[in-house]
């Protein structure tokens, strides 16, 4: 379906979030629909804090059929849900997508399959992991790991409460993983576990800009570890350039997980396959040009 006009029939898709204007979810999600030949439109809606309860109404008395989930709104939306979609969902708190069917609001969370899918062959089961980070993201991969049966993870933030209630929460509901609390990275315990783990995941906003520090020092890498930031934009944070030039097995950076939790959303709003080739070159094109 080529330049299809929008009528009172294209079904309406969107990101709700403050801010959400650098959002590639357009991107990929328009892609696909015209893909697929979908009559379907996926939009932006920048929702400030004091209109979000207004706004959510309005868009579902518009008869909007889903929208993603993003800052500051991922756990604010859980009490506007009828129900969460599966266990996970349940047990990481945060809810990136929303399926809207007959005026009842069902939530789910596909940051964690995103994470999970983007780890490819990298095996988790039996392995050490450090998040550094305590916030939503670090929440859902926290989580994936469990489920994926990684041994030990390792949990630091800047906010100690924070990383303390993601430790606790993780040991009350899972029994293989140990979660343990890490306290800042300038200690000589949070350095040891930095190169005791297999895999270091930064889930800090650090790297976002392209002068923000590394977080780590080429000291506290181990040779063969694999290390993941969840930015994706730069491509290459000073995070990962420590890894690569001290040995690193592999660095990841978070474009994959974009990726399949847009993929994932996609499936849950249309019940069909994404096509995720299309989803992945609208993405590379958005971000990297
Ligand atoms: P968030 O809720 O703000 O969490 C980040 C956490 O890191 C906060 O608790 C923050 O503490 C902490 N932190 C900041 N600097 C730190 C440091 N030096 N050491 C230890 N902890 C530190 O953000 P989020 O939603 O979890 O997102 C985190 C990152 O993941 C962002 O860069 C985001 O873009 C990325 N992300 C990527 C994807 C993807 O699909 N690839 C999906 C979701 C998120 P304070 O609050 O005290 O600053």
């Not at 991107?27 to 996926?42: R, V, W």
């Not at 998040?131 to 041994?151: E, N, Q």
Request: hydrophobic content about 40%.
């Amino acid at each position: 379906m080529k330049n299809q006009k929008i009528n009172g029939k294209t079904e309406i898709y969107g990101l709700i979030g403050w801010p959400v204007e650098h959002s590639f979810s357009p991107a990929m999600h328009n892609a696909a629909f015209k893909a697929l030949g979908i009559k379907a439109l996926y939009k932006l809606f920048p929702v400030e804090e004091k209109n979000f309860d207004m706004t959510l109404k309005e868009l579902v008395a518009s008869g909007i059929k889903g929208f993603n989930v993003t800052i500051p709104y991922k756990e604010k939306i859980i009490p506007y849900l009828s129900s969460l979609q599966d266990e996970l969902t349940k047990l990481i708190r945060a809810v990136n997508t929303v399926v809207v069917k007959n005026g009842e609001l069902i939530g789910c969370n596909t940051d964690w399959i995103g994470f999970t899918l983007s780890l490819q062959t990298t095996k988790i089961e039996n392995k050490k992991v450090f998040i550094l980070g305590a916030g939503g993201a670090a929440k859902a991969v926290a989580v994936a790991l469990a489920y994926s049966k990684a041994d030990n993870i390792y949990v630091t933030d800047l906010a100690k409460e924070k990383a303390e209630s993601l430790v606790a929460h993780m040991n009350k509901h899972f029994k293989k993983s140990k979660a343990e609390y890490v306290s800042d990275l300038k200690s000589k315990e949070a350095q040891e576990k930095l190169k005791e783990a297999d895999l270091v995941i930064n889930a800090t906003g650090i790297g976002l800009r392209e002068d923000d520090p590394a977080l780590v020092k080429p000291e506290w890498v181990r040779e063969g570890q694999i290390a993941y930031d969840l930015i994706y934009n730069p491509p290459l944070t000073n995070f990962l350039k420590v890894y690569s030039e001290n040995g690193a097995k592999k660095i990841l950076n978070g474009r994959k997980m974009l990726l399949y939790q847009a993929v994932e959303a996609f499936k849950l709003f249309t019940g069909k396959q994404a096509p995720i080739k299309v989803m992945d070159e609208a993405l590379e094109r958005e971000l990297y040009g």
